[in-house]
């Protein structure tokens, strides 16, 4: 099925647009993606070399766990470098909003927690480090993903604004004022 160019939907709102380019273009996606790619090109060395080695010497049961554990992580790490790849195409116009919005390009909240239920005692300290470092960065992926892509009209909640609310409410009720006792 070809895409008719001509007539593009939008898909998505105005403001997911101008929060998804904006995020795009920003310093943080920058390091974010340094970073996320460091991550992936890091635990890819680790596994053909150190890795390899080390899950020769382990258990049999340990070298199962070792297998799902680093497959697992493979998984949740392509899945992140993918989502960051979608982002900077974004970025560089090879890809719409619209586009990046599809389904197939979201960050799903799949087996996450997979990470440390298959954590073996025996496996070695540097997969397990890779293994949490992998997960942080995987979930805060998924929370910017759902935070670019949120449609609905209200704004996040500030938990800072709503402290001072109760603050001044407090206050304009005369919670702070100790001659209040008296006065009543």
Do not use: C
């Not at 005692?121 to 995987?138: N, Q, S, Y």
């Amino acid at each position: 099925m070809t895409k008719d160019k001509s007539t593009p939907t939008q898909t998505v709102s105005p403001q997911v647009r101008e929060r998804m380019i904006q995020f795009a273009s920003s310093e943080m996606f920058r390091k974010l993606f340094s970073e996320g790619m460091g991550l992936v090109e890091e635990t890819a060395g680790y596994l053909d070399g150190d890795g390899r080695e080390a899950s020769r010497q382990l258990t049999r049961e340990a070298s199962l766990s070792y297998a799902t554990v680093s497959m697992e992580m493979t998984t949740r790490l392509m899945q992140a470098a993918s989502w960051l790849v979608v982002q900077r195409a974004v970025k560089e116009g090879d890809m719409t909003v619209d586009e990046a919005a599809e389904a197939r390009f979201r960050l799903e909240d799949t087996s996450i927690n997979a990470f440390t239920a298959r954590q073996n005692p025996e496996l070695p300290a540097e997969l397990l480090d890779l293994v949490d470092r992998a997960k942080i960065l995987f979930d805060r992926l998924h929370r910017l993903d759902e935070v670019l892509f949120d449609e609905s009209d209200e704004p996040l909640p500030n938990p800072v604004t709503s402290q001072l609310r109760a603050l001044h409410d407090a206050a304009s009720s005369g919670a702070f004022d100790p001659l209040s006792v008296w006065r009543k």
